[in-house]
């Protein structure tokens, strides 16, 4: 697609219920990077796929975040039983790593809220 | 990991005026990049810049790798460029480590 896309926008979770967010990356894009952004504070990183393979992720903060990549193209974070600590907006870029501009893409993000 | 560090955090300017924002970081990086977030939370990449100076409109970006910091200018501001300016770097080509922002308001 033209753009990276990202769903659902807005997500209510209740505390202990798992949640799946969705990325579709730029098409052709072999990164793909996943990042935490709570209120007021700059992206923090997750995790980083090149094509199909998780090359990092350290940046999970617990056993309870997931992320995969399957064919090389869509993503899906997952967050199982959801803490309210989890409440943040999550942001997907993509990017091409052997191009000169290593510039990412961002998506809109998915604003998690857990109650 | 990189330390990146981002002044001032909070500018307001009158509509017209110039500003420059600065990013310093602690170690050799071969990724930079600056963003502009905007009121709606939308990122948008304005540079990929690593190394030397980059022009878009108004916008400009330097960056000094040796000695560790780079600026983004504004020239001739406008209320559309109220938002968070934020730098990001990454000592790989891949990761980046972003830094708290530079929050802009621009008053018309």
């Known amino acids: 697609g033209a753009g990276v896309s990202q769903s659902p926008r807005y997500k209510v979770a209740k505390r202990g219920q798992d949640v799946a967010l969705r990325c579709d990356p730029i098409?052709?894009?072999?990164?793909l990077f996943w990042y935490q952004q709570a209120l007021g504070q700059g992206p923090e990183f997750l995790t980083y796929?090149?094509?199909?393979?998780?090359?990092?992720k350290s940046g999970l903060p617990s056993d309870r975040f997931f992320a995969e990549r399957p064919e090389g193209s869509v993503s899906t974070l997952k967050i199982q039983r959801t803490q309210q600590e989890d409440s943040a907006v999550y942001l997907c870029?993509?990017?091409?790593?052997?191009?000169?501009?290593?510039?990412?893409?961002f998506g809109s993000g998915t604003r998690l809220t857990v109650v | 990991g990189i330390q990146v560090e981002q002044s001032p955090p909070d500018l307001i300017l009158q509509e017209g005026a110039n500003s420059t924002l600065r990013c310093n970081f602690s170690d050799s990086v071969n990724n930079l990049q600056w963003f502009h977030q905007n009121p709606w939370g939308q990122l948008i990449n304005l540079f990929y810049i690593p190394s030397g100076t980059k022009q878009n409109g108004r916008l400009s970006a330097t960056t000094v790798a040796t000695e560790r910091y780079s600026l983004l200018y504004i020239s001739s501001s406008q209320t559309t460029d109220s938002g968070v300016y934020f730098c990001?770097?990454?000592?790989?080509?891949?990761?980046?480590?972003f830094g708290i922002g530079t929050k802009l308001q621009v008053i018309p």
């Open positions: 870029a993509s990017s091409q790593p052997w191009a000169q501009d290593l510039g990412y893409t």
């Open positions: 796929f090149q094509n199909e393979a998780q090359l990092d």
């Open positions: 990001a770097v990454g000592g790989g080509y891949q990761k980046v480590t």
């Open positions: 098409s052709g894009h072999v990164s």
